[in-house]
């Protein structure tokens, strides 16, 4: 799966959890989701949940913490898909 798709699929993922729409409408791979997008660490928590079944991986902890940017959490993601 390309870094493209698993981008697209992640914006639908944190679009409900966003509290700064402006930034969402300019996601780029750079955007962090609690700086840019205003994501509460909570919802950050619903976003990796909703990341593992979307994908249908497994996070663990070392990992979750990586993914503070769309760019760290596609990373994560591609590599989890690599080893599925």
Not at 46 to 72: C, G, H, P, Q, T
Request: glycine share 0%; proline share 1%.
């Amino acid at each position: 799966m390309t870094a493209e798709v698993i981008q697209d699929k992640l914006k639908v993922i944190v679009q409900p959890y966003v509290n700064h729409q402006e930034n969402f409408d300019n996601l780029t791979s750079k955007s962090d989701f609690i700086n840019d997008l205003q994501i509460n660490s909570a919802n950050l928590v619903d976003v990796v949940l909703d990341v593992e079944d979307e994908f249908d991986i497994r996070i663990e902890n070392d990992d979750m913490e990586k993914m503070i940017s769309v760019e760290a959490t596609v990373n994560v993601i591609q590599k989890k898909l690599e080893t599925k």
